[in-house]
């Protein structure tokens, strides 16, 4: 520091960020849907994330 000074420093820009997972982008679409069609996606949400019972059979 020198007084009466004013120093900058130039910093590398941040890379950019990584792209949006196509999933993302179709889940910002939802709610553009009619009530019909966001119900069945839920659906079908709830039916891939079921989890597993122990002896492997579904819940």
Do not use: D, H, N, Y
């Amino acid at each position: 520091m020198m007084p009466g000074c004013l120093v900058l420093t130039a910093e590398e820009p941040l890379p950019p960020p990584p792209p949006e997972p196509e999933i993302m982008q179709t889940l910002r679409k939802i709610p553009k849907l009619s009530a019909r069609k966001q119900q069945q996606i839920l659906e079908f949400i709830e039916v891939i994330t079921a989890k597993k019972l122990p002896a492997g059979k579904w819940i």
